[in-house]
């Protein structure tokens, strides 16, 4: 894969970096990504990436494995480094972020939070439109 084909696949991931509405598939963290589309597009061995990156090796190894998440600085440079946004990492990032926020909320605390919202939702349905006269 050459760096316009990795470019390419990167930008058509991040197109569509949520599964849609209703599967439970998780979203690929953005260093996933970079080790398994980004990285092997180029000739760049991790130790000189992290160098070109202004980072440890160790550093860029937990983003690598998902264990650390990818900064607006670390985005910043990753689409100089790779020519892509930094919003195509920041959104690779708040994608799979919010889908294990998602999964961290306990159900009740869920069932609570949904069953507020419908109260609210009926209380608002059932008041009358405020008009530029009742202002």
Known sequence: ???????DAMKSFAENPLPPTGRR????HPGEILRDIALPGTTLSISK???LLGVSRRHLCRILDA???VTPEIAARLSALFSTS???WLNMQAAHDAWEAKKLLRPQVRRR???TNKTLVRKAGTEQPQTAAHV
């Open 86 to 88: 930094v919003g195509l």
């Open 67 to 69: 264990e650390r998440p």
């Open 113 to 115: 939070l949904v069953a």
């Open 25 to 28: 598939m998780k979203p690929s």
């Open 49 to 51: 990436t992290a160098q």
């Open 1 to 7: 894969m050459n760096a316009k084909q990795t470019n």
